[in-house]
């Protein structure tokens, strides 16, 4: 899967930035926009797709609200939204390959943890979390574990360290 890192500086007075995929239609906004968790403080993953940005990128003009599209890694920039409303119908269509792509993030994020806590327990449970996936209807369910993921992946590897370290010593007692 091509992704690219996308580092976004906060632009006018809200100071805000953000990232967000159009995933499909809303009764109230038109387009449907899923929120993408940052990777790193000020920094988003983006794959093929249809989002709207909101930052400035280093060098470039700003995104402000702005409509684009990804193929093949290649961003096209300036799409307004009348387009975004025609384009809905390949937008709804491309709903299994973004389960796959949210599930391979996940599943990457998933390995992290494992190679940081090598112990079987923590093996077994990432197995049944990867597999538990197979049962997620949208893309959308998929985005919340991801972000629930990212942001507590370093508490969940010093629990798992703390827990198993912990363990090791009591058995020798």
């Known amino acids: ?36 968790p940052e990777l790193k403080p000020g920094v988003w993953q983006i794959f093929d797709g249809w989002y709207q940005i909101h930052g400035q990128f280093p060098g470039i003009s700003p995104f402000e609200k702005e409509y684009v599209i990804v193929q093949d890694g290649h961003m096209m920039r300036h799409l307004d939204f009348r387009y975004m409303i025609n384009e809905l119908p390949k937008i709804k269509a491309y709903e299994e390959q973004r389960k796959d792509r949210i599930i391979y993030q996940i599943t990457t994020i998933l390995d992290e943890i494992v190679a940081e806590a090598p ?28 972000t629930i993921l990212l942001k507590q992946k370093d508490q969940m590897i010093k629990r798992f360290k703390n827990y198993y370290d912990q363990s090791d010593l009591n058995e020798w007692q």
């Open 1 to 36: 899967m091509i992704s690219h890192e996308l580092p976004l500086m906060p632009i006018g007075p809200d100071e805000k930035r953000w990232l967000a995929e159009i995933t499909g239609d809303d009764e109230t906004f038109v387009l449907k926009r899923d929120f993408q």
């Open 119 to 146: 112990y079987e327990g923590v093996e077994e449970a990432m197995l049944e979390q990867k597999e538990a996936m197979s049962m997620v209807e949208t893309s959308s369910e998929l985005l919340n574990g991801l």
